[in-house]
């Protein structure tokens, strides 16, 4: 385990905002996911779930914007080798054989081309052929298409049959996730026809318990969460008062996510930002329920009696073997032990005395 998923042994980190995202089950179990610009930090996420997602595997079809994911996930794992992922795209060739420590897994294309429009994943039926035979492998646990323009101008009957076809593709292949995407951002703004059609791709994805990777969310966002749609914003990060990535990075110099790499019409801090919502997405479909509040008394304080019952469950023989439902909440990260990476979420919730709890860790 490297430093940075160690446990701090003294002091206590400042309060920051925690959320903790609502899911709405599916008749099979299943939970919508909704990754968008809340889902980038990645200190957030346990180490144990990380090393979960890199035993999964991933079908990945894309024009040049969705290459943007590719280049932010490259780009991570040269900063950080924790963040391994073994990405083929020769041919029909598919997955990469596995890795030793594993890495996660993925085909970029859809067989037999790389360069994947509407046409060839689910807009005519040789594409949607083209899909069933990928899942029809078996070797995937996951497949995701992501747009170019075409939302921008996609009326809502065409969206409504992408949709369709996606879940289509979910009742068929019932041991794998499709993964929803928005269109990029076009300039447009909130009244826009794009954020129309991408408002239509959320709602589904919420009422029909699907994967959404927000596209369009991510790159309106700057790190600090300014939001920059209202101001026009577009996939470069222009937006009416300027270019938010290079602002964030003049501002931020030297920071991982400024980065340099080539980032297909976008820059690179937007790369940067999708490739960790990546990982982040990963880690919830490996099982992470994603960050919770540690009021274990529910007096909505975050405090030394939270604290003192954390201790108690750390010092015991694990979640799995206790009766004890504190113990339960304690298990901040679902890895069923409350240990090391618990504490870690435990105390970036804790800054001094009586922070409230309402009901989540809010500075």
């Given at each position: 385990m490297s430093?940075?998923?160690?446990?701090?042994?003294?002091?206590?980190?400042?309060?920051?905002?925690?959320?903790?995202l609502v899911f709405a089950p599916s008749a099979n179990g299943q939970s919508a996911i909704i990754i968008d610009h809340?889902?980038?930090d990645l200190s957030l996420v346990p180490a144990y779930w990380?090393?979960?997602?890199?035993?999964?595997?991933?079908?990945?079809?894309?024009?040049?914007?969705?290459?943007?994911?590719?280049?932010?996930?490259?780009v991570l794992e040269g900063l950080d080798s924790f963040y391994s992922i073994a990405i083929r795209t020769s041919g029909t060739e598919g997955l990469p054989p596995v890795e030793n420590p594993p890495a996660l897994r993925m085909?970029?294309?859809n067989p037999p081309e790389t360069y994947i429009t509407p046409d060839g994943y689910w807009e005519s039926s040789s594409g949607i052929d083209r899909t069933r035979a990928v899942a029809s492998t078996g070797l995937y646990d996951f497949s995701m298409w992501s747009w170019c323009g075409q939302a921008s101008s996609y009326s809502e009957a065409q969206i409504a049959n992408y949709l369709s076809v996606m879940a289509q593709f979910e009742d068929e292949y019932p041991d794998m996730r499709f993964i929803l995407m928005t269109g990029h951002t076009d300039g447009s703004g909130v009244g826009g026809t794009l954020n129309q059609r991408n408002n239509q791709i959320r709602a589904y994805a919420q009422a029909n318990s699907m994967v959404l990777f927000d596209f369009a969310d991510i790159e309106s966002h700057d790190p600090d969460g300014n939001d920059y749609l209202a101001l026009g914003c577009n996939d470069y990060g222009n937006y009416s008062g300027g270019n938010w990535p290079q602002q964030w990075c003049a501002a931020h110099p030297g920071h991982p996510l400024c980065t340099s790499c080539e980032c297909e019409h976008s820059q690179p801090t937007i790369c940067n930002l999708k490739g960790r919502a990546f990982w982040w997405m990963m880690a919830r479909l490996a099982g992470w329920p994603g960050p919770v509040a540690p009021d274990l008394d529910g007096d909505r304080?975050?405090?030394?009696?939270?604290?003192?019952?954390?201790?108690?469950c750390a010092s015991g023989p694990g979640v799995s073997h206790s009766s004890s439902s504190t113990c339960e909440q304690a298990d901040f990260d679902g890895d069923t032990d409350v240990d090391q990476s618990d504490f870690g979420i435990f105390q970036r919730c804790v800054s001094g005395e009586n922070v409230q709890a309402d009901p989540l860790c809010d500075d």
């Open positions: 430093a940075r998923h160690s446990i701090m042994t003294a002091g206590l980190f400042p309060a920051i905002l925690v959320t903790a809340t889902c980038t990380i090393d979960q997602a890199k035993l999964l595997t991933f079908h990945y079809a894309h024009t040049s914007h969705g290459s943007q994911v590719v280049t932010g996930v490259n085909y970029d294309g304080d975050v405090d030394n009696s939270d604290f003192t019952l954390f201790e108690a």
